[in-house]
């Protein structure tokens, strides 16, 4: 089978005002991402907040996701359950219905050594109908580490990729070089945009980044020219994609930066399951504003009522990420 590649955009999932998946809205929002040109969908992920819906609704997520999708573009399915067994049932549900692979994420809330992550990732893999892809997140769940992938990759055909958000470049680089001499086939995905560019010039095959549910045209775009060599313009980009990105992971708690802007763009996502005080909707609502004023800078949205103050429209320091990128240019030649 083909590799994975490309920018598969973790799907936010709209709810009705009884906080029901809207599946209406949720079958528009999945067109609109593939009319834009992303290359694949990524539901049940950190961003699609799986661990606030059912397991009987995690499924319906993919199969509504997968019936609207009609084979267009593959879908990496977001397949982690509470334990192996049922996680092994998720895969096989989902290979029933067409995805290309699933995503697994680390054992959460046990902490578990390297020894425990392989043994829970190799059961999964030995029984597995459809590919896995590891999902490092270390923020919520135990660390996979180097000599653990490497392990899986050599004893496990079905481990066929990972997708690392610890937005950790060395850690990225240590990865690829162990593993692409063993597994020319294997995929490594970026789940942190804010070095998007940088991972794909040390040799990231794509990313699932958030950014792409909400601006696809700018995140796509940014994959494209990185790939075809296009370093100042694709530069730029990353420039452009920083303070969006910021200001939808850092201003709210996460997800709800990345729904206000799907808002913006036009969709109905309705309010999260998670409870919010009244402090947090008031700031949700002056990160809107915000999220507004930079969405029109790169002409998505129209301005608020009143316009944009100076400032609102997030300047960053772009020789922040011109380091960056030289630095990985010169480890490349090195």
């Known amino acids: 089978m083909t590799k994975l590649q490309g920018i598969f955009t973790p799907n936010l999932v709209p709810l009705d005002q009884n906080l029901?998946?809207?599946?209406?809205?949720?079958?528009?929002?999945?067109?609109?991402?593939?009319?834009?040109?992303?290359?694949?969908?990524y539901?049940?992920?950190?961003?699609?907040?799986?661990?606030?819906?059912?397991?009987?609704?995690?499924?319906?997520?993919?199969?509504?996701?997968?019936?609207?999708?009609?084979?267009?573009?593959?879908?990496?399915a977001g397949a982690a359950e509470a334990n192996t067994r049922e996680t092994i049932?998720?895969?096989?549900?989902?290979?029933?219905?067409?995805?290309?692979?699933?995503?697994?994420?680390?054992p959460f809330y046990y902490k578990l050594t390297p020894d425990g992550v392989?043994?829970?990732?190799?059961?999964?893999?030995?029984?597995?109908?459809v590919d896995v892809t590891l999902?490092?997140?270390?923020?919520?769940?135990?660390?996979?580490?180097?000599?653990?992938?490497?392990?899986?990759?050599?004893?496990?055909?079905?481990?066929?990729?990972?997708?690392?958000?610890?937005?950790?470049?060395?850690?990225?680089?240590?990865?690829?070089?162990?593993?692409?001499?063993?597994?020319?086939?294997?995929?490594?995905?970026?789940?942190?945009?804010?070095?998007?560019?940088?991972?794909?010039?040390?040799?990231?095959?794509?990313?699932?980044n958030a950014t792409s549910g909400i601006?696809?045209?700018?995140?796509?775009?940014?994959?494209?020219?990185?790939?075809?060599?296009?370093?100042?313009?694709?530069?730029?980009?990353q420039y452009r994609l920083l303070p969006i990105f910021d200001a939808m992971i850092y201003s709210a708690e996460f997800p709800e930066g990345f729904r206000a802007a799907l808002r913006l763009r036009g969709f109905k996502t309705g309010r999260g399951r998670q409870p919010q005080s009244e402090m947090q909707l008031n700031a949700l609502e002056e990160l809107s504003r915000k999220l507004q004023c930079l969405l029109a800078d790169e002409g998505f949205t129209d301005e608020p009522i009143g316009g944009c103050q100076v400032g609102e429209s997030g300047e960053i320091d772009s020789q922040q990420i011109a380091?960056?990128?030289?630095?990985?240019?010169?480890?490349m030649r090195s």
């Open 118 to 129: 392989y043994a829970y990732f190799k059961e999964i893999a030995d029984n597995s109908p």
């Open 135 to 208: 999902y490092n997140i270390p923020m919520f769940a135990s660390p996979i580490d180097v000599p653990t992938v490497l392990r899986l990759v050599e004893e496990c055909p079905r481990v066929a990729a990972i997708k690392d958000s610890s937005g950790d470049l060395p850690h990225m680089m240590r990865m690829i070089a162990a593993v692409k001499s063993v597994r020319p086939d294997f995929s490594f995905l970026t789940g942190w945009e804010a070095a998007l560019m940088p991972m794909l010039l040390i040799g990231a095959d794509g990313g699932t």
């Open 43 to 76: 539901p049940n992920g950190s961003t699609g907040e799986f661990t606030r819906f059912t397991a009987e609704e995690r499924v319906r997520i993919i199969e509504i996701i997968a019936d609207e999708n009609r084979g267009r573009v593959p879908i990496l």
């Open 89 to 106: 049932k998720a895969c096989e549900r989902y290979h029933e219905l067409g995805v290309r692979a699933v995503a697994i994420v680390s």
């Open 215 to 237: 601006i696809p045209e700018v995140t796509k775009k940014l994959y494209d020219m990185t790939r075809a060599g296009q370093i100042d313009q694709a530069r730029d980009l």
């Open 20 to 41: 029901e998946i809207n599946e209406a809205e949720l079958r528009r929002y999945v067109n609109w991402l593939i009319d834009k040109g992303v290359d694949g969908l």
């Open 323 to 331: 380091d960056i990128v030289q630095d990985v240019i010169r480890e």
